[in-house]
């Protein structure tokens, strides 16, 4: 190269100057233009730059340059000399006549003159840099470490022998491939697409089996069939092959790839090498950074040291390649966009706009919105600070802040509303966001130059969106008739082309898209899982970005839950294969059901609603699209008839034939309020059943049996039942009839929801809790009802919830347990149920005078006294036989209490009691005898 005069780079020999000293210098000198300065590579690296940086290599190879310290460049006493001595074409072969150098290049097994390969001093001044940040960036990304001891648990032989359902959809939320793409995920491990044995054996195979690892992935990924693969892309099964073997593998990603191009780092692949190749050819060529690695930044973790190179690829790739334009997602449109907002309500800010030339925003409380990163940091902030007394999240707010502070540009135009249906006032934005803490309302504030004021209505029919912020861009009609309406002409307001409608079928059990956030972006695919193109592929192809679709959850919801929006037509993503984007714009606050649409005449002839030809996407009409996002006419709305004012339900309503002391029952009634949680345990026939449901309701203050659930535990009773999982639905299809599985709520997670919108307490009966498998039956409940971990601060992902899903328990959910403590099936309860519980003892009423009471009334009090008489002997013989029995298996008054004769008492020794003496005494059968005829002679 022709080596500029010092002097004109302005570089002293002996003072030293960094990298970037060195190329501004040089192209200062050689007065290249900006985008000279700037061009950069496919893979990111800025081409001036890695030139110099090489030059540097190669002059400090031969011992003309060096580095005193990170960064910074020095001439040495050589270097000098050869500056003195006037050369001005130092090239490859000039510097060959340095020893040093002709070693270097021997080594590095260079065939030209042109520099190729990793810069080896590049390499590790990016290596020191990164050693610097180590300790900082593992200590921020626990789940390094995290993620890898899981993954290395869950493939012990031993464990994934026995490994069920749940345990494979944790392994799923532990792959960094699946956090951003939740529809691979739900396909993947959404429900099992194989018996659950074929999972172990596949997952061993990969983990265990014999051949290399690229073999044991090829076969792997190759035979879908034989593999328990379908779902996995390349992406995910790297992954799981570079923690299975992270001594030795990186994964290979998108994030691994960039950042080793910028390294120079490029493997040679030939054509038709397939994934599990070039996954080994890209490793193979990571060798020397491994070397490097452990010599310059050394074990910062306890993990292998791949996952470590891992991570430094990943730090390259988010501090030091710059981010080209992004080709997928949500992009703005050419030119200008349009938005409506409310200054205040009625307008009530709109005279300080205009006399101020700004636009306002509210949401005080937030603070500064530039200080959020997020929209999804400013919803969880929303909750915090602007809580919901029925509990709906306020997407809607959320994404009003973030665009109003992120998204709204310079140039766009704004439209003042006041109520739905008065335009005030139109101008432009002529600066950028800003918050002035001098305002206490509305503090939020965004430049404007208003262009018309006025008071103009919208024509019949029409009206704003009640939200406080609104971009319409989109809806080109609609946008014609506002500026028409202000004397504007189109020509004035920036429209995009018209928009297409679609049509979304969602299966629930791959992506419920109505609990997803507003804009949440999913991938979906335009094939199947078998490879072949889905039916009305042309509506795949014809989807353009800014167009509208209706999302339609399957069976068994069957309603139009949310509204959607193209922002990538058919294109190739890594892990997806050919699929298009879509954007969650709204959620609809009231879901449209199938049936319902089917009642609309605009909409007899569209073919999702009518439901007779198969597919995904759909092509609408305008017609059909409104007609399904609209509304129902106020004159078909019935008032319901206003529900009649309930009683107080008191202590004394619910002691009203109970047989309970008083004081013992409002001893209950405050253990149940303090503990949330109690045991209600009793012999058989003490009426725990009966008095459950009256303690409920005292504690409720209300018989209101619409807040109070009731269940049975037995042995086969599970999770799935309980709280969530996969179950058999019958769906009809015309005239057929097929079954399909799908994610289920159980029969408390219900009772929650349905507790969350409503503060009033609300009662959960659990009928002979200690015969369930509790562990089995109540998973991570077992935290989640404890006192002191209810509510949202304390929710947890469930075992079937997808990223970024959680549950609680409420706080106004009492659970009321029963026992029966003569079942010998378990003679020990659960020491982690006993703690979380409160117990109370119902015991026999023979001894109490309201029993006698009633019993007289019932049968006279002859035959009161002699019944009475004999069942306490024999609960005296009972309890007294500690070696077998004891108290807890005394016979309860429940069995007599509409005894009307001796006839009617003694059908009831038959048939009640005798089997369960018999039972009590088994190994005594002539005790068991003998107390029977004693019950029986009255």
Excluded at 72 to 91: A, C, P, Y
Excluded at 214 to 237: H, I, P, Q, T, W
Excluded at 424 to 438: A, E, F, L, Q, W
């Amino acid at each position: 190269m022709r080596v500029p005069d010092a002097k004109k780079l302005r570089l002293k020999a002996p003072d030293m100057h960094g990298l970037k000293d060195a190329a501004d210098a040089i192209a200062d000198h050689m007065q290249l233009p900006p985008e000279k300065r700037m061009q950069l590579r496919e893979s990111g690296v800025n081409i001036l730059y890695n030139r110099v940086a090489w030059a540097r290599t190669y002059l400090k190879q031969a011992n003309l340059l060096e580095y005193p310290e990170r960064g910074m460049l020095q001439i040495t006493g050589e270097g000098k000399k050869v500056l003195e001595s006037g050369e001005q074409n130092i090239d490859v072969k000039f510097l060959e006549r340095f020893p040093s150098f002709a070693e270097f290049r021997k080594r590095s097994k260079m065939t030209s003159d042109a520099p190729s390969g990793p810069n080896p001093d590049q390499m590790e001044e990016l290596l020191r840099e990164f050693a610097e940040s180590a300790e900082k960036w593992f200590a921020e990304r626990p789940f390094v470490t995290e993620y890898y001891r899981f993954i290395q648990d869950f493939f012990q032989p031993e464990k994934l022998q026995t490994a069920e359902w749940p345990d494979f959809q944790s392994l799923a939320s532990h792959l960094h491939s699946f956090n951003s793409v939740a529809l691979a995920k739900g396909n993947a491990f959404g429900r099992p697409n194989y018996p659950i044995e074929k999972y172990r054996e596949s997952f061993n195979f990969l983990a265990q089996g014999t051949g290399s690892e690229e073999d044991r992935m090829r076969a792997f990924m190759g035979d879908k069939e034989a593999y328990a693969s379908k779902y996995l892309g390349n992406s995910v099964v790297s992954e799981l092959v570079g923690q299975l073997f992270a001594d030795r593998f990186v994964f290979m990603n998108r994030r691994d790839i960039e950042a080793a191009e910028f390294l120079g780092i490029q493997p040679i692949y030939e054509r038709g090498d397939d994934f599990p190749t070039r996954f080994s050819k890209f490793n193979a060529a990571l060798g020397e950074l491994f070397v490097a690695y452990q010599q310059v930044v050394g074990s910062r973790t306890d993990v292998p040291i791949g996952l470590e190179v891992d991570q430094f690829l990943s730090w390259l790739y988010e501090t030091k390649i710059p981010k080209r334009p992004a080709t997928a997602g949500p992009s703005l449109p050419e030119g200008k966009q349009i938005w409506v907002f409310a200054p205040g309500p009625k307008a009530r800010f709109w005279d300080e706009c205009r006399a101020g030339s700004i636009a306002v925003y509210g949401a005080e409380l937030l603070g500064p919105l530039d200080a959020y990163g997020s929209k999804d940091e400013i919803l969880q902030q929303l909750k915090v600070v602007y809580p919901t007394e029925n509990g709906k999240e306020p997407t809607n707010d959320a994404l009003g802040a973030w665009e109003f502070c992120r998204v709204i540009k310079e140039g766009d135009l704004v439209i003042a509303k006041k109520g739905n249906r008065m335009i005030v006032g139109v101008g432009v934005v002529s600066g950028p966001y800003r918050h002035d803490p001098t305002r206490t309302e509305y503090p939020n504030v965004r430049d404007v130059e208003w262009t018309h004021e006025g008071e103009w209505l919208l024509p019949d029919g029409e009206s704003f969106a009640t939200k406080a912020l609104t971009n319409i861009t989109r809806y080109r009609d609609f946008v014609a008739k506002v500026m028409g309406v202000v004397g504007l002409n189109s020509q004035e307001a920036p429209i995009e082309a018209e928009s297409r409608h679609f049509w979304l079928n969602c299966a629930p059990d791959v992506w419920r898209v109505s609990e997803y956030h507003v804009g949440t972006e999913e991938t979906f695919t335009t094939h199947n899982e078998n490879g072949n193109k889905r039916q009305v592929y042309a509506c795949f192809l014809a989807a353009k970005p800014g167009d509208l679709v209706i999302g339609y959850e399957t069976t068994p919801v069957q309603k139009v839950t949310s509204l959607l929006e193209i922002t990538q037509g058919v294109h190739e993503e890594e892990g997806q294969g050919e699929c298009i984007r879509v954007k969650i714009v709204e959620q609809l606050d009231e879901p449209r059901p199938l049936q319902e649409l089917r009642e609309i005449p605009a909409l007899a002839d569209c073919d999702p609603v009518k439901g007779e030809r198969r597919g995904s996407l759909f092509q609408l009409t305008k017609s059909e699209y409104d007609a399904i996002l609209g509304k129902t006419l106020i004159e078909d709305v019935k008032v319901p008839e206003p529900e009649p004012v309930k009683e107080v339900y008191t202590i004394e309503d619910a002691l009203d034939g109970l047989f309970v002391e008083e004081a013992s029952f409002s001893e209950w009634l405050r253990q149940w309020e303090i503990g949330k949680n109690l045991i209600l345990q009793g012999a058989p026939g003490v009426g725990k059943t009966f008095v459950a449901r009256r303690l409920a309701y005292a504690l409720m203050q209300e018989e209101d049996p619409k807040r109070v659930a009731f269940v049975q535990f037995h042995q086969s009773y599970g999770y799935e039942d309980f709280v969530q999982g996969i179950k058999p639905v019958r769906v009809k299809e015309g005239e057929l009839t097929r079954t399909v599985f799908d994610l289920r709520d159980g029969v408390f997670y219900k009772f929650c929801l349905q507790a969350k919108g409503d503060p009033r307490p609300h009662v959960f009966i659990i009928d002979e809790i200690n015969r369930g498998n509790l562990s089995r039956i109540l998973g991570e409940l077992l935290m989640l009802i404890e006192v002191d971990k209810r509510g949202e601060e304390h929710a947890l992902r469930l075992a079937y919830q997808e990223e970024g899903q959680s549950f609680f328990v409420p706080d106004n959910v009492y659970i009321l347990g029963m026992m029966n403590t003569a079942d010998r099936s378990l003679a020990v309860v659960d020491y982690a149920l006993r703690r979380r519980f409160r117990f109370a003892t119902l015991e026999p009423a023979f001894e109490r005078a309201s029993f006698r009471e009633h019993l007289s009334e019932v049968c006279g009090e002859d035959l009161a006294d002699r019944v009475i008489l004999r069942l306490r002997r024999l609960n005296e013989d009972i309890a007294k036989d500690m070696a077998n029995l004891g108290p807890g298996f005394c016979l309860g008054h429940s069995y007599f209490c509409r005894v009307q004769n001796v006839e009617d008492y003694r059908e009831v020794i038959r048939f009640q009691i005798a089997p369960l003496l018999r039972e009590y005494w088994f190994d005594q059968p002539r005790k068991a005898d003998d107390r029977i005829q004693e019950l029986l002679s009255i």
